[in-house]
C-alpha cells in the first residue's frame, strides 16, 4: 500500500514491516521520507494530526486553530505563562506558519561544533540548503510586496538605523491573503504537504494520518516497533485500531516536545531527553496608527531585523512583524470588558511587532524541560529569570522606539496592566514594569532542543550524525536535535539539518 491513509480508512489492526518507520510528517520527517524513498526504501509515515486540503481551509481561525494546532490551540508551558503556537496536521508545522525562511546561521553552527561537538559547517548544509530552496520556491521579498504591517516595522528601524531586511519566503504564486496560519487556501505556501511527502508517496511511501504513536518497543540496543492508535479524524479520540510498524531503523520526527516525549513514554530516558528546550520567547508591542493598517491582510511576516542579535553577554533578540487576526489578536491583547471591546475597535489600525529572545548562549542557561504529563502528553516547564527579564525589556523598549520614530500614535504592551506608550519618556515606564510568569503576554512560534545533538552521550540524546547514543536503529530528524535556539526562524534549518542526517540513514539501511 502507498499513499496517504486517513483515521477512518483503517478498518482493523494493521502490522506493517517496512524499512523505515517515520514517526511526524513536519519538515523534518517528511525531507527524511522523501530522500528515503528516492533511494529504493520502502517507507511508513505516521502522523497524529489529519490530513487537510485547500478546500478545507476557510480562513477562520475558529475553524483552524482547534483543527490544525496542537492541544487545539492551546498548548502552553505548565504555568501557562507561555502560548505554544505548534502545527499538528500531515506536513506538520509547515502547513501554519507564516512561510519565513533563513538559512542556519553561520556563527550559531561554530557554536555548536565548539560546545558540543557537531559535526555541520556551511559547507555540508549548503548543497542541502540550495535543493530545499530550489524544492519549496524560496525567494527573497520584494519590498514593494511589503504589507503596511510589516512596513511599519521596517520604517521604523531605517529611520533610527537600524539593520532590517525583507526576508525569504517559501511560496509560489502567493495571492498574499494574510491567512498562512491558517492554512493556505490557494495552495500557493509550499508545505511539507505539498512538497516533499507528496514526494515521498509518489516513489511507494505510506503515510498514515490521525495515527498518535504512544511507544516504541526495544530491548538492548535496538528499536523493534513503533506503536500507533488511530484516531478518528479532527478529533482526538481513538477508534479502537492500531497500527503496528516492525521496521529496520525508526526515525523520530515530531517536532520539540513531543519527539522527547515519545522517548519519555518508551523508556529512553538516557541522556538528556527533555532538557535544553528552547522557545525564542517572544514579546509583542500594539503600535496604533493614525492610517489603516489592516495587518490582517497581506504576507504575515516579509521583513526582520536583526540588529540585536548579538548583545555581548546579554540574550540577543530578533524583531519581526505578526498578523492582527481578530482571535490571536483578542488573545494578546490585554484587558476585558469594555478596555477589549474598546481595543478590538482600533484593531484595522493597529500594527503588531514581536521580538523574540534567542537563547541558549548564555552560560549556564538551562532552558524548559519536557517531562510527562499524567495523559502522557508533553509538559514543558520553561522557568523565567533575570536573563529574560532584561531582554523582554529591551526588546519592548526597542520595538516601541521603532514605532513612534515611524509615526505611531501610541503604543501599548501586553503587561498585566499595559503601559502605554507615547513618547520616549515614557520608556522609562514600560522599562519599570513588572515581569514574571502571567505579568506579561509571552508565545512561543519556534521550539527547538529537547533531544539535542552532540558527542558526549551525558549532555545530548543523538549523536553528531543524529543516531541515538544507545539506540543504534534510532535516529532523530527534526528541531529537537538543535543544541541551542537559533536566531532565525528555524523551518528551513530543519528541512536542512534532517536532509544531512538523511544521507546517514540511508549509510546505515545499506550496511543492515
Known sequence: MSGIVRGDQ???????????????????????????????ARVVVLEEGGHHGKDEFDMQEATAYPRLYQDRGNRATADLSISVLQGRAVGGGTVVNWTTSFRTPDDVLAFWRDKEGAALTPEVLRPHFEEVERRLGIQKVDLEEVNANNRALYDGCKKLGWSVDTISRNVRGCLRTGYCGMGCPVDAKQSAALTYLPDAVSRGATVYADCRVRRIEWSGKRAHAVIGEVLHPGTQEQTGRTVRVEPRIVVVSGGALNSPALLLRSGLAQGAVGRKT???????????????????????????????????????FFLEAAPVHPMLAGLAFPGFGPQMTGQMGLLPHVSVSVALMIDGFGDGEEGGTVTLRPDGGPRLDYPQGPRHFECFRASMKALARAHLANGALRLSSLHVPAVTVTSEKDLAALAAAPLGPNRCG?????QMGGCRMGADPARSVVNPELRHHFVENLWVADGSVFPTGLGVNPMESIYAVSSWAAQHVRSALARA
Open 10 to 40: 483503517v478498518g482493523k489492526d494493521l502490522l506493517v514491516t517496512p524499512d523505515v518507520c517515520i514517526v511526524g510528517s513536519g519538515p523534518g520527517g517528511a525531507i527524511v521520507a522523501s530522500r528515503l524513498a528516492e533511494a529504493g
Open 278 to 316: 528552547w522557545l525564542h520567547p517572544a514579546v509583542a508591542m500594539l503600535a496604533l496608527y493614525r492610517e489603516p493598517i489592516e495587518g490582517f491582510y497581506g504576507a504575515p511576516q516579509s521583513v526582520a531585523s536583526h540588529h540585536f542579535a548579538q548583545r555581548g553577554t546579554d540574550a540577543g
Open 442 to 446: 509571552v508565545f512561543t512560534a519556534h
